[in-house]
């Protein structure tokens, strides 16, 4: 192996060398600067290599001939090795990235970059006090150099208030030392760690003063004004690496004076760490540039790691797989980020736009992002996941609530960003992307992959990126120049095999769940022919959402349930993302996913006890004082997905705004995901009682409202497929309900719902969004008249209007029938009454869907429309077959699951002998009754032809009207509006109040970031008394730790 | 229970029965209606007359196909409620083609006409039609409610959704009756059975002054004459569903005119006495009079 210490002084000789050079030979000076980063990368590399191989085998490096304390000594572990790696490889990505700007400087600028990552080495490698001061002096001068370097009057301020803040720093720091080697007589962190006790007695205040004077460097919030402007004002490959490999080291610096401080110190840190992490995301929040947003991210997530840190006493062999995935995650995604910025040419967040016809850098960006949040395959995922579960081991679930509410405010304001760039109205200049810089962005988007996978094989959970579900999804990343069609016919026939392949290892209950997942989503790819194209970005997102789902009905235990839950809420977000209008109700929809997906987190934490391997089975035998919450949490996470009251804002705008064939993807498909879920947890957890109050009780209650509300807002909807959005809360509402009801027959006319809904939401979408790309409006009050010209369209619309109606004989009516046979053995009634008057509301907006569209009159400008295109009606013509014989035969499908039913509740079941299913109350005959009334029908019909034969068809102005023929169509056409007395009624039930209240949750976090940002006034001096303010708060709070309370 | 051929003839003198008995008991209402206004009211032949001329008037028009089936979609609506109730209890002459299902289907078969009929009205392109629509639509599901909880108290009460047995439990006494057995759920049926009648004060949807006849605005001829057939049947199947829910059934055809034209006499009597709600107004009636009713019966039982 080669020495440790060439890194040092490869180099340091090489920045000395630098100055030998003449200033004109720029070129060999970057060549030579390029060379010596390059090979103390690889020297790094290799050691990272040999020590992953040997972890014992790590090296201390004595320096001078003599031993500590009387020499300096440096430490090369795995850990060392790892970050030295991540350190010069960053400064080696982001010199290439410096090209033009290096050469324009010269070779000074060279040399001062070089000691900077000489410097951030040496902070991670020393293991003496006062070296580390040197080495923190060194990134210091460095930084201020490269910053005063860059020639830009902010640029200059910005560094000379970096110089003040540092002064402070550097005098805590270095008081603290002398404080500190007075009382041990040692500079060597390791001896000064074996008299902890003696030391932290004696002068508490000595270590204080060291330990905070790390953490200032860290730039926690709020003491750090001067640093967001030197992410805000430097070169962005300069930001890089401040906030990638000198945030690196810093942390190590912490880590390794936090054993001297010993265990009680560490709550300290913990809560610098989490005040950091929420307060800078919330400011990012109302940033609107972007290297200042990225400067509060990098501050947020080196706080998160601080607090990890803090947590060391219980995270145990854990701890550094936790904290290393969080810091590679956060120094890859925010230096991927960073270079992006680079090639952006305004500094507003809007100026991203010019992203977005270039798919690759647009694939690099939320390739970053996703690392930064964490979620899956990516190793924050996996992090997140083990550290949640260690701290509810711990009982610290107050921790875990401030960091999931920290990082659900990041989410919010990366997706936003995201949002921005594929949907803002304008799109922004490109700016020129030389080959080196995009080179360097794309080594960063190779290592983000390389550390998914590499997290996936160190965790005990099993590598997701072996998953052959998110594969196939990933396959269609290279697969993406080809044409759509094409991709089409892979994307359905991946469905179809992996059902075939699936389907022997199925229990009934995944099959219903599997045959609406996987050969039910190729049924509405069908639909997808339609495009034409290449239309990138919608293979991956769908087959990524459809790997989700597919993972989630097989899942075993919570880690994957939980992985596959993230995976498909990633892949839906992309897919609402792509609506034209979708921008905000995607950004709704993934801030409620993840916030449901964070209370799962919790629930599951909390249930396994801090166990991150937990069987979902084991969820029968949780400790009985934690079991209502267990319950509670995971519920409303998947409630959210259903979008039960109150957390349903999301749904309606996400739905109606999404592409043709996307909407029945999300409301026939993924709305089912949630169902799934509560039923694993309904089996597993049955009823809980919290306060006495039985939970189930809370649910059907939920699931009544749900339905009620649903159905409410949907008639006054005049967007048809606002409505059908609006019809699906309700539908899931009666789903909710069945299940809730806990009985056989609830949870039979549950499944009935989740397989109904599947058909005739699906269809109904699917007409609905052929007429409006004909029409080119979903307003449905703009249509009229259509019957004749989309004869098909109608026939589906009717048919599924026939069949949500519940009206006999089609298959909606065996829903309503068995939900009447499970409501008698209800133990609650009430709840009954809110359901009731659900029911005959939804024939008003059915019947509004039909009629404003199809009948009435006939606009001017339809009258030359055609059918809707083919592919478009193809799978709507198959639903009105599936509907049929689900009418006729539902034996087929529920026979089974009834009697699977059974393993959970053995009584009631029904009856399927013969013709007539049976039941304890009551009977119903499909069959007969299809007959008896295509008898009676077909005998009227024959009837009124044979007396009305020569009827003669009129015009469509050819009406009674009091003698008077009207004026136009669209005044004749009754339909804007249809429901006013109803409002006047019952509109008041239809306030939305969920919505304001939400919108009002949002404000204020928005108003608070907004007013608390003022006090970053910009100011060097308000900067430096901010910082001292800080360290007396810390100083003060903390004294509870000096004095050993 | 199961399908026999000779049910079919069965069924169709069931049919045939009612319709005569309809059509003089419309006609007897209006002219009960018309005395009440100091009137003299239409013959009691009056609904033969119309019918006839109406099957057999030549001119017909259509607006389209929907149009055409809606009076047919109405009848069977009509039509298939009678026959999916037993008529008279005890007999399996008229037990009909209850086989095919039970209370529940009675329930939401009633839909069948009313949404067919809806689209029918709707091709005709005409305002007033899907103006009455919308009123209908509007008010049918507050009247629904008290009924539907009514009928869920019954259903538990007796412990089954099958209609036979629901009437076999009320017989004995009068006053096995659900009437006696479970006044509250009686009551919120009733109060429900006025909105669903077509008669004061919730005849908005047909509103002759404002939307002369709403919905079927636009039919004639025989289709007018199919609607009409509807007309008889549908108000005395809808009947039949609350005498054997309510009031004990009946076993035999005497005791079934007597007590169906009694029940019709409910709606009349309140009908002539009081003037035309609103939507909004009779939305809210019946929220606030009817349905504390039905959830006390639910309540209780």
């Known amino acids: 192996m080669v020495d440790a210490l060439a890194i040092i002084y490869l180099t340091l000789g090489t920045a000395f060398l630098l100055g030998l050079l003449r200033d004109e030979w720029r070129i060999l000076a970057y060549g030579i600067t390029l060379l010596s980063l390059a090979m103390v990368s690889g020297i790094a590399s290799t050691w990272v290599w040999h020590l992953a191989d040997n972890p014992a085998e790590s090296v201390e490096i004595m320096t001078a001939g003599a031993s500590p304390p009387f020499a300096i000594n440096l430490r090369m572990g795995l850990a060392e090795a790892a970050a030295l790696m991540l350190a010069t490889l960053t400064g080696l990505a982001s010199t290439i990235f410096l090209k033009d700007t290096l050469l324009r400087l010269g070779r000074r600028a060279m040399a001062v970059l070089l000691v900077f990552i000489m410097a951030i080495c040496g902070i991670i490698l020393t293991r003496d006090i006062f070296n580390l001061f040197v080495f923190f002096e060194l990134v210091v001068i460095a930084t201020a150099g490269l910053v005063l370097l860059s020639h830009n009057e902010r640029s200059l301020g910005a560094g000379f208030k970096y110089l003040m803040a540092s002064q402070v720093v550097s005098i805590l720091l270095l008081v603290g030392i002398i404080f500190n080697y007075h009382v041990s007589g040692s500079l060597n962190i390791d001896d000064m760690a074996g008299m902890s006790d003696m030391l932290i007695q004696t002068t508490p205040l000595a270590f204080f003063l060291l330990f905070i004077a790390l953490i200032v460097e860290l730039k926690p919030f709020p003491a750090n004004g001067w640093a967001l402007d030197i992410y805000e004002s430097a070169h962005p490959a300069f930001s890089a690496i401040l906030s990638a490999a000198a945030g690196t080291a810093s942390l190590f610096a912490v880590d390794k004076v936090l054993a001297i401080g010993g265990d009680s110190w560490l709550p300290v840190a913990t809560g610098i760490g989490v005040l950091s992490f929420i307060g800078a995301n919330l400011f990012a929040l109302a940033q609107t540039s972007d290297r200042r947003l990225l400067g509060y991210s990098s501050v947020a997530q080196i706080g998160l790691i601080l607090a990890i840190i803090g947590q060391r006493d219980i995270l145990g062999d854990s701890y550094w797989l936790i904290a290393g995935g969080v810091l590679l995650a956060h120094a890859v995604g925010k230096a991927g980020l960073f270079w992006l910025s680079g090639l952006i040419a305004e500094r507003e967040l809007t100026a991203w736009t010019a992203l977005r016809d270039r798919p690759l850098l647009l694939f690099a960006f939320i390739s970053f992002i996703a690392l930064l949040i964490g979620l899956p395959p990516f190793p924050g995922f996996y992090a997140k996941w083990e550290l949640i579960h260690l701290l509810a081991g711990a009982d610290r679930i107050a921790l875990i609530v401030l960091i999931l509410f920290g990082a659900l405010l990041e989410t919010a304001y990366l997706f936003r960003w995201f949002g921005l760039i594929l949907k803002h109205d304008e799109v922004a200049e490109k700016a020129p992307c030389p080959i080196q810089k995009v080179v360097v962005i794309y080594s960063a988007v190779v290592a983000a992959w390389s550390l998914a996978y590499l997290w996936g094989e160190l965790s005990v959970f099993g590598n997701l990126m072996h998953a052959i579900p998110l594969l196939f999804a990933l396959l269609f990343l290279p697969l993406e120049g080809l044409p759509a069609r094409i991709k089409n016919v892979l994307a359905i026939g991946g469905l179809v095999t992996w059902f075939i392949l699936q389907y022997p290892l199925y229990d009934p209950l995944q099959l219903i769940f599997g045959a609406i997942i996987l050969p039910g989503g190729a049924l509405i790819l069908l639909a997808s022919f339609h495009n034409q194209g290449r239309r990138i970005g919608f293979y991956p997102a769908a087959l990524w959402m459809f790997a989700g789902l597919s993972m989630l009905i097989v899942a075993e235990d919570s880690f994957t349930f939980f992985a596959a839950w993230e995976s498909l809420t990633i892949g839906s977000y992309f897919l609402i993302l792509r609506g034209k209008h979708s921008q905000p109700h995607a950004q709704s929809y993934i801030l409620f996913s993840l916030g449901g997906a964070f209370l799962m987190l919790l629930g599951f934490a909390l249930a396994s006890a801090g166990n991150p391997l937990f069987p979902l089975e084991s969820l029968t035998t949780v400790a009985e004082d934690v079991a209502p919450w267990v319950f509670i949490l995971l519920a409303l996470g998947m409630m959210t997905k259903t979008a039960a009251i109150g957390v349903h804002i999301w749904l309606p705008g996400a739905h109606a705004e999404a592409e043709t064939d996307v909407s029945p993807l999300l409301s026939g498909i993924l709305l089912k995901a949630g169902l799934f879920g509560l039923f694993i947890l309904l089996i597993y957890m049955g009823r809980q009682q919290l306060y006495g109050i039985d939970l189930t009780h809370v649910l059907l209650w939920v699931g009544a409202i749900s339905a009620l509300l649903g159905n409410l807002m949907a008639i006054y909807q005049e967007d048809a497929k606002r409505l059908l959005a609006y019809s699906s809360i309700a539908q899931m509402g009666y789903a909710l309900f069945g299940l809730a009801l806990m009985n056989h027959l609830g949870w039979l006319m549950a499944l009935m719902f989740v397989v109904n809904h599947y058909i005739y939401k699906s269809m109904l979408f699917l007409s609905v969004g052929g007429v409006a790309k004909r029409t080119g409006t979903k307003e449905m009050y703009r249509m009229g008249g259509l019957i004749t010209l989309m004869p098909l369209s109608f026939i589906a619309v009717l048919i599924g209007i026939i069949a949500v109606s519940g009206v006999p004989p089609l298959s909606g009516f065996g829903g309503r029938w068995i939900f009447y046979n499970a409501i008698m053995s209800a133990e609650y009634r009430l709840p009954m009454v809110i359901i009731f008057l659900a029911g005959p509301i939804a024939f008003l907006y059915l019947f509004r869907l039909i009629h404003t569209i199809f009948l009435g009159q006939l606009k001017d400008e339809h009258r030359k429309l055609k059918e809707a295109p083919f592919w478009i009606i193809l799978p709507q013509m198959i639903y009105v077959a599936c509907l049929m014989v689900f009418a006729l035969a539902p034996g087929l499908a529920l026979r089974h699951v009834d009697a699977y039913i059974d393993n959970f509740f053995p009584r009631n079941g029904l009856n399927w002998e013969g013709l007539t299913i049976t039941s304890t109350y009551g009977y119903w005959s499909p069959v007969s009754i299809m007959i008896v009334v295509g008898v009676i029908f077909a005998t009227l019909f024959a009837w009124l032809v044979f007396v009305n034969r020569r009827a003669q068809k009129v015009k469509q102005f050819n009406i009674v009207f009091a003698a008077e023929r009207p004026y136009r169509p669209e005044t004749t056409h009754f339909a804007w509006n249809f429901f006013a007395p109803y409002r006047k009624a019952l509109g008041f039930m239809t306030q939305p109040l969920v919505t304001r209240f939400w919108a009002t949750v949002a404000e204020s976090l928005h108003t608070s970031a907004e007013l608390f940002r003022r006090l970053y006034t910009g100011d060097g001096q308000t900067y430096a008394i901010q910082l001292l303010g800080f360290v007396v708060a810390v100083y003060l709070l903390s004294s509870g730790v000096f004095y050993g309370v | ?301």
Do not use: C
Not at chain 2, 15 to 28: D, H, K, Q, S
Not at chain 2, 177 to 197: C, Y
Not at chain 2, 233 to 261: E, R, T
């Open chain 2, 1 to 301: 229970m199961g399908f026999e051929w000779i049910k079919i003839p069965y069924s169709l003198l069931t049919l045939f029965i009612v319709v005569n008995y309809g059509l003089l008991l419309n006609a007897l209402i209006a002219k009960i209606a018309a005395r009440v206004g100091r009137r003299h009211g239409i013959p009691i032949w009056q609904n033969y007359v119309d019918m006839i001329k109406n099957y057999g008037l030549r001119t017909s028009i259509t607006h389209g196909v929907m149009f055409y089936m809606g009076p047919v979609f109405r009848l069977s609506g009509g039509v298939g409620l009678l026959l999916f109730v037993p008529t008279i209890y005890g007999s399996v002459m008229f037990s009909n083609l209850s086989f095919a299902g039970d209370l529940i289907l009675a329930l939401y078969f009633v839909f069948f006409g009313t949404l067919g009929m809806a689209l029918g009205a709707g091709e005709s392109g005409h305002p007033y039609a899907a103006i009455g629509v919308s009123r209908g639509l509007a008010q049918v599901t507050a009247a629904e409610l008290p009924f539907a909880l009514a009928v869920f108290a019954v259903a538990l009460q007796y412990e089954t959704l099958s209609v036979t047995e629901i009437v076999a439990a009320q017989q004995g006494s009068y006053l096995n009756w659900t009437l006696f057995t479970n006044p509250f759920a009686v009551a919120a049926a009733m109060l429900s059975f006025l909105g669903s009648m077509m008669r004061p004060p919730f005849d908005v949807v047909l509103a002759p002054q404002e939307i002369p006849i709403g919905p079927p605005t636009e039919y004639h001829s025989s289709y007018l004459a199919l609607m009409q057939t509807n007309r008889a049947i549908f108000p005395i199947a809808k009947m039949v569903v609350y005498m054997n829910l309510f009031f004990g059934g009946a076993v035999s055809w005497p005791i079934f005119f007597v007590k169906i034209f009694l029940i019709y006499m409910v709606s009349v009597l309140v009908g002539v006495v009081f003037p035309r709600f609103h939507v909004e107004h009779s939305v809210r009636w019946f929220l606030i009079w009817a349905v504390p009713l039905g959830v006390i019966a639910v309540a209780i039982v």
